[in-house]
């Protein structure tokens, strides 16, 4: 398997600058907290810790307090995104028509397991309740992009045009 992003690297660097303006803006506003998380994580790709208590101190909030809404809001990430998001649909529908197989493809190519990033920060695996789509199940997509009536075959096809683009050395195999 491939490392995956570390916590250690994840946050090395963070500009916590361009946060500031965000604060700034919301200064004063009551119930801000949830407009300001998404705007810092619009702002980072994700919520990183140094970020998550600067908003704390900010708007006078406990760290707990943030992550306990952090970790309701399914919105929210406390992981850094891949640049393509592969996600396989694991509801009733697919989950019938074999999505796990489309599952352990997507996990052996990318050499992630489902809910992680590859370490060159191009791929996240992830796998989501039904996307609406069950009449094409099994269902994967691709950021924006849905795949439908896949077979592990044209798994593989998409997820190689993916990783050809993303110029990644990752399992082409
Ligand atoms: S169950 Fe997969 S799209 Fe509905």
Request: charge should be neutral; include cysteine.
């Amino acid at each position: 398997m491939t490392a995956t992003v570390s916590e250690t690297k994840q946050e090395q660097k963070i500009d916590l600058a361009k946060l500031e303006d965000v604060l700034f803006h919301y200064r004063g506003f009551r119930g801000a907290l949830i407009p300001v998380l998404q705007k810092a994580q619009h702002a980072y790709g994700y919520l990183p810790r140094p970020v998550i208590e600067r908003i704390g101190e900010s708007l006078k909030l406990h760290v707990s307090d943030i992550y306990g809404v952090i970790t309701f809001y399914s919105q929210f990430r406390l992981k850094p995104q891949g640049k393509y998001v592969i996600r396989v649909c694991r509801g009733t529908a697919c989950h019938v028509k074999g999505s796990q197989t489309i599952a352990e493809k997507i996990s052996e190519k990318l050499g992630i397991e489902l809910g992680e990033t590859t370490v060159d920060l191009n791929f996240t695996a992830e796998e989501v309740a039904c996307v609406g789509a069950c009449g094409m199940a099994p269902v994967m997509t691709i950021n924006e992009e849905t795949y439908g009536l896949m077979t592990v075959g044209k798994a593989t096809e998409a997820i190689d045009g993916y990783l050809e683009k993303a110029g990644s050395n990752l399992h082409k195999e």
